[in-house]
Structures are given as structure tokens and as C-alpha cells.
């Protein structure tokens, strides 16, 4: 079993940055690969990134590249969602998710979720 619980999500004005944390339970948090997606008022759940876990291999969704970073601390049992340069765009309720199926972009392939946490970003 894996818990997570996420951070960090806040108002921001347009061009701002924010760090979003994902804290894990778990002894073997550091085999789970991990992801973050989002909801939008009125969408769809949508990719966000992922890494790996062991080798720490990530993706992107095309909307975030350049933009987010996505990094793991595992002896603190964390997972980083560094966003920058933010857009009204990227207002969403963000999700971190673990599973075992490596960084995949699916949100079925993961099998644990936190409860999330709300960016907002204003124009």
C-alpha cells in the first residue's frame, strides 16, 4: 500500500512558478513509478509527467515541456513538480499518482492517489 498526500498548489499570478510535493507512505515508495496529472474545471484528467522510479527516466506532456520539472527524493519519500513560467492555463486540481508500470502517461496504468491540490493561475 502506498498513501500519498500532495502540496504546494496555491494562487499565482501568470508567470509565476510553483513547487508541488508529493509525500509517500510506504517502505518501498522508491520502486513506484509516480505521476502528475490535473483536472480542469469541465475536463478531462490530463497528463502531466512522470518519473520513474530506480532510474528516475521521465516524460512530459508537450503542453508542460520547458516548463515543469519533475524530480524524486526518495529517501525523503518525495516527488517534486517544480512548474514555471505558469499560465491561466494550468488552473487545475493536480493529482500525484504511483504504480509500478514505470512513467507511463495513462492514469488507469497507476494505482494509487493522493487527494490533490488546487492551482490556480490568475491572467
Known amino acids: 500500500q502506498v498513501h500519498l498526500v500532495e502540496s504546494g498548489g496555491e494562487l499565482v499570478q501568470a508567470g509565476g512558478s510553483l513547487r508541488l510535493s508529493c509525500v509517500a507512505s510506504?517502505?518501498?515508495?522508491?520502486?513506484?513509478?509516480v505521476g502528475w496529472f490535473r483536472r480542469a474545471p469541465g475536463k478531462q484528467r490530463e497528463f502531466v509527467a512522470a518519473?520513474?522510479?530506480?532510474?528516475?527516466?521521465?516524460r512530459y506532456a508537450d503542453s508542460v515541456k520547458g516548463r515543469f520539472t519533475i524530480a524524486r527524493d526518495d529517501a525523503k519519500n518525495t516527488v517534486y513538480l517544480q512548474t514555471n513560467s505558469l499560465k491561466p492555463e494550468d488552473t487545475a486540481v493536480y493529482y500525484c499518482?504511483?504504480?509500478?508500470?514505470?512513467?507511463?502517461?495513462?492514469?488507469?496504468?497507476?494505482?494509487?492517489w493522493g487527494q490533490g491540490t488546487q492551482v490556480t493561475v490568475s491572467a
Open positions: 510506504g517502505r518501498t515508495f522508491s520502486a513506484y513509478a
Open positions: 518519473i520513474n522510479g530506480g532510474d528516475d527516466r521521465s
Open positions: 499518482a504511483a504504480g509500478l508500470d514505470g512513467p507511463v502517461d495513462s492514469w488507469m496504468r497507476y494505482n494509487y
